[in-house]
């Protein structure tokens, strides 16, 4: 008699351990396909964000371009701003500077040639804001008084300065006594790199 009921009892229990087994699946299953949700959505909703921002981008290059007369069949030095500058980029990948068109001026190119004209322009200036001359004129863009704030302000974000830590880092260079021209061309188109890939800039 006791041994069927202790069986009646046990029967009883593993209904409701079971039942109450299903119960914390279904939570959990249905917990899991929320926050799956939730994540595709916030995804979806970054990735619709940066593709407007780019199309944008694309859209006012595309403006320029035509209100300049520039096209992909421009040559690249009619297009530039720096000749002197063009004819670097061009001697180091080795392309003709007389005939050399925009649209085999590609985004390393760009890259190097961006790095030369901040060891050009802006080779004495620090490379952190922490060291930027306090006697700096209001009407002076911070941007191009150091390489923290001009990066931060290119793509749009707030780690320069832990990007730029980290590379001088990697070089052996002190960034809270370097300036811009204490690093090589190679070494600036690296940190501009590292940045375009920390920030959240549309990657095309």
């Not at 009921?5 to 039942?19: G, L």
């Not at 690093?183 to 600036?188: E, I, M, N, R, S």
Request: proline fraction near 2%.
């Amino acid at each position: 008699m006791m041994k069927a009921r202790m069986k009646e009892i046990w029967r009883r229990s593993k209904v409701v351990i079971i039942a109450a087994g299903m119960v914390i699946c279904m939570t959990a299953a249905f917990l899991f396909g929320a926050a799956w949700s939730r994540n595709v959505a916030e995804r979806n909703v970054v990735k619709a964000a940066n593709s407007e921002a780019e199309k944008e981008m694309q859209d006012e290059q595309e403006m320029a371009e035509s209100a300049w007369g520039i096209s992909e069949d421009s040559l690249y030095k009619d297009v530039t701003e720096d000749q002197e500058i063009a004819r670097q980029v061009c001697q180091k990948y080795q392309l003709d500077y007389e005939t050399v068109l925009i649209k085999d001026v590609t985004r390393e190119m760009r890259n190097y040639e961006e790095a030369l004209w901040l060891l050009k322009n802006m080779g004495d200036k620090p490379l952190l804001e922490k060291n930027v001359d306090d006697k700096k004129k209001p009407e002076e863009s911070l941007a191009l008084e150091c390489l923290e704030v001009y990066i931060d302000d290119l793509y749009a974000f707030g780690e320069a300065k832990e990007v730029i830590e980290e590379a001088c880092s990697t070089f052996g260079i002190d960034p809270g006594q370097a300036a811009v021209s204490d690093l090589t061309a190679d070494q600036l188109v690296q940190i501009g790199e590292k940045a375009y890939e920390t920030s959240d800039h549309p990657k095309g």
